[in-house]
Nanobody, 111 residues
């Protein structure tokens, strides 16, 4: 059974950094579109960043210049480097492939 497993969440203060990882049990990270979503308390899940099979990237405006999505094909791993974190970045972050969701990892940013 193919799985996506996120890690790297935690609690940081405003201005801090975290790097999220999403490991796939098969090589689905290598060529497919992949993305990170987040869901803040009381809000709908939103697309934060995506990376295409050709490595093109897209970001929601609120994280541009602060977050970077990347992948390591050899490790079947998707990353989200998050810098200069703000309280509005708080939420559960989910990794997504075309067919699968990960279980989510909590990110909490305090002021």
């Amino acid at each position: 059974q193919v799985q996506l497993v996120e890690s790297g969440g935690g609690s940081v203060q405003t201005g801090g950094s975290l790097r999220l990882s999403c490991v796939a049990s098969e090589s689905i990270v290598r060529a497919n579109w992949m993305a990170w979503y987040r869901q803040a308390p009381g809000k709908q899940r939103e697309l934060v960043a995506s990376i295409s099979g050709g490595a093109g990237t897209n970001y929601v405006d609120s994280v541009k210049g602060r977050f970077t999505i990347s992948r390591d094909r050899a490790k079947n791993t998707l990353y989200l480097q998050m810098n200069n974190l703000k309280p509005d970045d708080t939420g559960v972050y989910y990794c997504k492939s075309p067919l699968l969701w990960g279980q989510g990892t909590q990110v909490t940013v305090s002021s």
